[in-house]
């Protein structure tokens, strides 16, 4: 199992995850790809793309027209089809702001939980779930 493979994980349900450590386990670190926000969940916030956080000037672009009085500015790295995913998804994650802490969906899975291999990410793919892993302070 290496970092950046996507599987399927067994919860409460079947959901996929991206491995963000990998090796022989037995834990392994994930994060889970969710539905991606629904417009009346996007009231008050900002969300970006993760090709939008890669590129330092549009992420600043993004940020400063965002002004003061947003609730909050997320970061949505785009997963589908190229990564043979039946359905769209996303890795959301929040980024850190004065007294709030938003949830990212990482957690320590057992090696157990983790059903099928469903692929794995392209270069590009990784480099924007890294940038806004790394913005959002999770890591």
Do not use: Y
Request: with cysteine; proline share 5%.
């Amino acid at each position: 199992m290496k970092r950046g493979e996507l599987w399927w994980a067994r919860f409460d349900d079947r959901r996929p995850v991206v491995l963000l450590s990998g090796g022989a386990g037995p834990e392994f670190r994930v994060v889970q790809i969710v539905a991606p926000a629904a417009p009346a969940e996007k009231q008050g916030f900002v969300l970006m793309s993760g090709e939008q956080a890669v590129d330092a000037d549009e992420r600043r672009r993004i940020v400063e027209a965002a002004g003061p009085g947003m609730r909050a500015i997320g970061i949505e790295v785009f997963f589908g089809a190229q990564e043979v995913l039946a359905e769209d998804g996303v890795v959301r994650v929040g980024l850190p702001m004065d007294g709030k802490i938003f949830c990212t969906w990482m957690l320590s899975l057992g090696g157990e939980h983790l059903i099928e291999r469903i692929g794995v990410l392209s270069p590009a793919k990784l480099r924007e779930l890294d940038v806004a892993i790394e913005l959002s302070g999770a890591e």
